[in-house]
């Protein structure tokens, strides 16, 4: 049980365009997911935390009009990345959790490269 | 905030030894610990957890102490097997007015066959 399906897996886009990743929760209702993003070699560096119905909350430093976070119902969430560049390029992921201070389920990620 | 600090970075160990990978975390409000093993490619798992009303939890060849009065939590592996290679976060769970996780800067374990 408990498993969260991302996609896509990996996309190549051009620089000025937009990309939608999507997350959902496959067996459980989500009531938070995560976005996070991962470096080569680093940790997951956390984005923005979205609920369902409300808002995100973004991380400091993380631009929230570039990162368009949409949290529709409580077994998906989308990450756009708006008019990306080179430098968005980077592996991002997504974890949800069923209820609070407890595992968060992660999905397998979405490699991004941003030509 | 909370921080947290995990050692060492990489670890190679010959297969069937043993692996200990050691974290500290800054806020005593932190009550959750779980440690999460990533392959190459895909999202991180989660391997085992503690919450800090317990000293020590085992799963087969896996296992976690926790010292809450020093601030440290470690993972042991046992009978290390090439399967073992990845790279482990350890993570600290905080109530901010929602429970946020913040993980280590994670370990990149190789067993040598």
């Known amino acids: 049980g408990a498993v969260v399906s991302q996609h896509p897996s990996w996309v190549i886009c051009k620089s000025g365009t937009s990309v939608k990743i999507e997350c959902r929760s496959l067996d459980f209702q989500a009531t938070t997911m995560f976005w996070y993003r991962q470096f080569p070699k680093q940790s997951l560096m956390l984005m923005a935390t979205s609920n369902e119905g409300s808002k995100a909350t973004y991380e400091q430093g993380v631009e929230k009009d570039k990162f368009l976070i949409n949290h529709a119902s409580l077994t998906l969430s989308t990450l756009t990345v708006t008019s990306a560049h080179p430098e968005d390029s980077s592996f991002y992921i997504c974890?949800?959790?069923?209820?609070?201070?407890?595992?968060?389920?992660f999905g397998n990620g979405t490699r991004l490269t941003v030509t | 905030g909370e921080n947290v600090e995990q050692h060492p970075s990489t670890l190679s160990v010959q297969e069937g030894d043993s692996a200990v990978i050691k974290c500290t975390y800054s806020d005593s409000a932190s009550n959750y610990f779980p440690w999460y093993k990533q392959e190459l490619g895909k999202g991180p798992q989660l391997i085992i957890d503690i919450r800090s009303n317990v000293g020590e939890k085992k799963d087969q060849r896996i296992a976690v102490t926790l010292n809450k009065t020093a601030k440290h939590f470690s993972l042991h592996i046992t009978e290390t097997q090439p399967e073992d290679s990845a790279v482990y976060f350890c993570?600290?769970?905080?109530?901010?007015?929602?429970?946020?996780?913040?993980f280590g800067a994670g370990t990149r374990l190789f067993v040598k066959a």
């Open positions: 993570a600290a769970s905080i109530d901010t007015g929602g429970f946020k996780t913040i």
């Open positions: 974890s949800a959790e069923d209820r609070g201070n407890s595992p968060l389920h």
